[in-house]
């Protein structure tokens, strides 16, 4: 978390306390979207993972010997859990800046298409930077219905 803390700047604006920071939930995020009813998803400061060699994604929590893939219903149960990680190859190389889809390393794009997948939703924004300019928008159908695409 610390890497991910400190590439990421991630401590408070008026505190200056720094925020926890950790690998990507995809058991709460798929909770997320469907208590949300979201159609799709932005992905911010994907750069900040650029110099790691290996990525993790929470698909599961373990739950006194059992897998769950749902998120729990009960607090209690949520406070037993430990997560289950699925490990993803890192790119290494800098996504900073980049425009389009195609100008992401291959990694990059793989890991993309597994968040999506266990979202079960779309990624139609991508920041690859700390400026507004450094965005990814993604021809998708939410951002086609919005009229966002470029």
Do not use: M
Not at 20 to 45: E, F, H, I, P, Q
Not at 46 to 72: H, K, N
Request: charged share 25%; aromatic share 8%; glycine share 8%.
């Amino acid at each position: 978390g610390q890497i991910l803390r400190d590439r990421g700047q991630e401590y408070g604006a008026t505190t200056g306390r720094p925020r926890r920071c950790g690998w990507l939930d995809a058991v709460a995020l798929r909770y997320a979207v469907r208590v949300n009813g979201l159609s799709t998803l932005a992905l911010t400061k994907l750069d900040v993972l650029d110099t790691l060699p290996r990525i993790r994604l929470c698909t599961a929590y373990q739950y006194r010997g059992e897998r769950l893939t749902a998120f729990p219903n009960e607090t209690g149960i949520l406070a037993e859990c430990a997560p289950a990680y699925e490990d993803h190859p890192g790119w290494e190389q800098s996504t900073i800046g980049a425009l389009k889809l195609e100008q992401l390393p291959k990694a990059c794009r793989a890991y993309l298409d597994r968040v999506q997948e266990l979202a079960g939703v779309d990624i139609s924004l991508i920041s690859t930077g700390p400026r507004r300019d450094q965005t990814i928008l993604v021809d998708t159908p939410a951002f086609r219905e919005w009229g966002l695409t470029r």
